[in-house]
């Protein structure tokens, strides 16, 4: 079957650092996407590996390990707007997308 | 238009009832999607669409049918809807010619079906 794992809910406090991973069993793979979505909106692109290694991008960097299945998302000096969740999704085959159920972060002040 | 829009917002609908959830994007990307959001299981990929004039089937497409007849538009209808499709609707899209590549998600469109 397919797969993706993700933690259901993350805390952090503001100006911390904050890692949300995420484990995948995929028939194929053509990349590994992570997404953010706020409450009552739609997903919007973060980051995109296709590749093991990290990429950062700002205060948000995304690594990736294919022969172990594991991507994670890193977020640096947290800020409230970043209380969202952040959803991990893998393209298992043209297009396919597989997306996990999302970890939802929660930002304190 | 910037983007992808998606009608209507919100819908409220009798089981039975046939219904059309519209969506239009103006960045002529060649690829399109319709995603179902359901909590606790995430998105889930219904149909998809390569290029105009072709679909295909995702990961839970049963009770749902799409057409695709120019870049710009591609339809979801319930022909007879049921209160497990309540859901809410996500349309996207993204340049695609088959490799991997970034989607652009619309609004949404929260339906429920009574």
């Known amino acids: 079957g397919q797969n993706i794992d993700q933690p259901t809910e993350m805390t952090a406090t503001e100006g911390a650092i904050v890692q949300i991973n995420c484990t995948y069993q995929?028939?194929?793979?053509?990349?590994l996407f992570w997404y953010q979505q706020h409450a009552g909106e739609a997903p919007t692109f973060l980051s995109y590996?296709?590749?093991?290694g990290l990429e950062e991008k700002g205060r948000f960097s995304s690594f990736l390990s294919r022969s172990k299945g594991y991507s994670y998302l890193l977020l640096k000096e947290l800020q409230m707007k970043d209380s969202a969740s952040y959803l991990c999704a893998v393209m298992s085959g043209t297009y396919k997308y597989i997306f996990g159920t999302g970890t939802r972060l929660k930002v304190l002040a | 238009i910037a983007g992808i829009t998606q009608a209507p917002t919100s819908q409220i609908l009798a089981a039975g009832r046939r219904m059309t959830l519209r969506c239009t994007q103006d960045m002529r990307h060649n690829a399109m999607y319709w995603y179902r959001q359901d909590l606790g299981l995430g998105l889930r990929l219904i149909h998809y669409s390569n290029t105009a004039g072709t679909t295909g089937k995702g990961e839970v497409p049963d009770g749902y049918s799409v057409s695709r007849a120019n870049t710009d538009d591609f339809p979801l209808t319930l022909a007879s809807a049921v209160p497990s499709q309540t859901s809410v609707y996500f349309c996207?899209?993204?340049?695609?010619?088959?490799?991997?590549?970034?989607?652009?998600f619309g609004p949404g469109t929260r339906l429920t079906v009574l």
């Open positions: 996207a899209s993204s340049e695609s010619s088959g490799g991997a590549d970034t989607q652009y």
């Open positions: 590996n296709v590749l093991d």
């Open positions: 995929t028939s194929g793979f053509n990349g």
